[in-house]
């Protein structure tokens, strides 16, 4: 779901809901979430901070974590003796290149500290990743800056572990968290300043800032400036934008990552570097192509874009009853022609009608306009009656206030809850998205709902349409390839949240529904390659990256050939030894790419 999840090593978008009326339907059960301060409260009772109290929490965080684990550094590292082989010298490493051993000393996490478990699983967004037999890191380090970050860089390299890094943890794989090998997990959580210029209309954000955080920021300073991210509060910055970041003013704006504009980037030697000392190249790679590949993103610059100060939302709810079909096929021609200040989601599942037995598709169209209602109103009578669109059901908000809406929260919920990560509830789900180009007809719909009465109500859809802007980016710009032709984007997700496990026999029966699903929309989809996005990531796709025939086979899907061989190009250049990687990260070959 867009809104709510994350790429690998760091974030993506997973979706929200919009009005009560979809939040009401989901079957999560309650449970308790973390705050800011590691506390676990149920999650009805979670409070909203400023940022600068959740400033003061964490520096209090660290003090206390200190004094319940680690009096000293010594007590530290003789506490360590059920940790994995080699910990105690990657710790004495981190302390040994660090002007002051007692605060690195406070950052680090390992199975010896009682702390260690809150602290992996604070940021694990997917439940799925989140169960006793996950792997999880030899070493958690939670730097507060860059030098900080530097030394854990090198200790990994030196030590012989793999690295992960963290920012929002909405991964849809859990590659952020954990992995089958030993492993340092970077922790971004404590560097997450954010810097609003509004007379240059730009923002400095650091990488572990998530975007309720930054969403917030900038509505503190103006309403007529904002930056076109996704939906979800909780998803972390770092790794949205490196795997490109769409959201609702993608139509006006394109992508997160198409509005960056500068980068502070630590390579595999530590060294820091900028666009201009980095290339051209190298910053064509980190936006969009998956900045975990090349190395670890500190801070990005970001270009704030104009808004008016009052937008207009609204939600018209249709079932196959009421013409939601009729109604779907037209959406697919208007919405990618239409005025691109107009974004028009879809939420759909499958439902029982009533009390019977008999099975509907209800689809939530959710709005947002960059104008007032006396200009949309007569647009929707123009271009799409079908909708009924009537001003009883719009509202005119501040676009902060839509950040609100669209990540589960009413219009009059206070601002300050976007920058309180522990207010979005977490998820548990598996996921998988597609592009369409070419319209699908009443007739494939009518079978695609036939399909989707065969599960059991676990399942949510997306469809983000595409046009505008997005139409007038060449393929290539960045490495996120799915540009003009893309009619609208589509997300599927199936829930285990009713479940105990991710290997329960319903959990397999809604596996195995999704995969069959996933085969049966072959002929309505994209094709050569069959397209996927990247910030969703899906190992069913394969991992193989020996060669390029095995790597293509996932690699060509997320970014096409072109964009992909260049990914491949920089990453024999910037990291040859391939020290940043993970199951699919981008491959380094033992051979030039132009030999094979």
């Known amino acids: 779901m867009q809104g709510c999840t994350g790429s690998a090593s760091s974030v993506t978008e997973m979706t929200g809901t919009i009005a009560a009326h979809i939040r009401s339907r989901q079957k999560v059960t309650p449970s308790l979430y973390i705050n800011t301060s590691f506390a676990i409260i149920p999650s009805k009772h979670t409070k909203t901070y400023t940022m600068k109290s959740q400033l003061i929490t964490s520096y209090v965080l660290l003090l206390l974590l200190a004094l319940c684990f680690s009096a000293s550094c010594r007590s530290l590292v003789s506490n360590l003796e059920d940790v994995t082989p080699g910990s105690e010298d990657f710790i ?113 954000v650091q990488a572990g800032a998530a975007l309720g955080e930054v969403y917030y920021t900038i509505s503190q300073k103006t309403d007529r400036l904002y930056f ?243 139409n007038e980016y060449s393929e290539t710009a960045i490495p996120y390839p799915h540009r003009a032709g893309v009619l609208y984007q589509f997300f599927k997700t199936v829930d285990f949240s009713d479940q105990s496990s991710y290997t329960t026999p319903t959990s397999l029966a809604r596996r195995d529904w999704l995969q069959s699903f996933e085969a049966f929309l072959e002929p309505y989809v994209s094709s050569n390659p069959r397209e996927v996005y990247f910030n969703y990531n899906d190992l069913e796709l394969g991992v193989g990256s020996d060669t390029y025939e095995e790597a293509s086979v996932w690699g060509e899907r997320y970014w096409k050939s072109d964009n992909f061989k260049k990914l491949i190009q920089i990453k024999a250049r910037v990291d040859p030894d391939n020290f940043f990687r993970h199951p699919q990260s981008i491959p380094v070959f033992s051979i030039p790419l132009s030999d094979l």
Not at 249 to 272: C, E, H, P, S, T
Not at 332 to 361: A, S
């Open 92 to 204: 004495t490493c981190l302390q040994s290149n660090s002007n002051n051993i007692t605060s690195i000393s406070q950052l680090i996490f390992t199975s010896a500290n009682s702390s260690f478990l809150l602290v992996w699983q604070v940021a694990v967004n997917n439940a799925r990743f989140n169960q006793p037999n996950i792997p999880k890191p030899s070493v958690i380090v939670t730097p507060v800056d860059e030098s900080q970050v530097r030394t854990a860089l090198l200790c990994t390299k030196k030590h012989g572990y793999e690295i992960r890094i963290r920012s929002g943890g909405h991964d849809f794989e859990g590659l952020s968290s954990t992995a089958d090998v030993p492993f340092v997990m970077i922790d971004l959580t404590n560097m997450r300043s954010i810097d609003v210029d509004v007379a240059n209309s730009a923002a400095w």
């Open 228 to 470: 076109p991210a996704g939906v979800c509060p909780s998803v972390g910055i770092g790794g949205y934008l490196g795997g490109g970041g769409y959201g609702n003013l993608m139509r006006k704006y394109g992508l997160g990552a198409d509005n960056v504009v500068d980068v502070r980037f630590m390579d595999v030697n530590g060294g820091i570097l900028d666009r201009s000392s980095m290339g051209e190249e190298l910053f064509w790679a980190i936006r969009g192509g998956g900045a975990s590949s090349f190395g670890i993103v500190l801070a990005w610059k970001l270009k704030l874009v104009p808004v008016p100060e009052l937008v207009t939302v609204f939600v018209v709810d249709k079932t196959l009853e009421e013409g939601a079909t009729e109604i779907f096929h037209k959406y697919q021609t208007v919405m990618p022609n239409i005025d691109r200040n107009l974004h028009i989601r879809i939420q759909m599942f499958g439902e029982n009608v009533g009390n019977t037995t008999q099975k509907t598709i209800r689809m939530a169209f959710e709005g947002i306009y960059q104008g007032t209602s006396d200009t949309l109103i007569p647009l929707l009578e123009e271009k799409f009656p079908e909708l009924n669109v009537t001003r009883e059901i719009c509202e005119e908000v501040r676009m902060v206030q839509t950040s609100l809406l669209f990540g589960g929260f009413s219009t009059s919920t206070p601002t300050e809850i976007l920058a309180n990560r522990s207010a979005i509830p977490k998820l548990n789900f598996k996921g998988k998205s597609d592009y369409i180009r070419a319209p699908i007809s009443i007739e494939g719909l009518t079978k695609i709902w036939e399909k989707i009465f065969e599960n059991d109500g676990s399942e949510t859809f997306i469809i983000n349409p595409f046009g505008g802007m997005m």
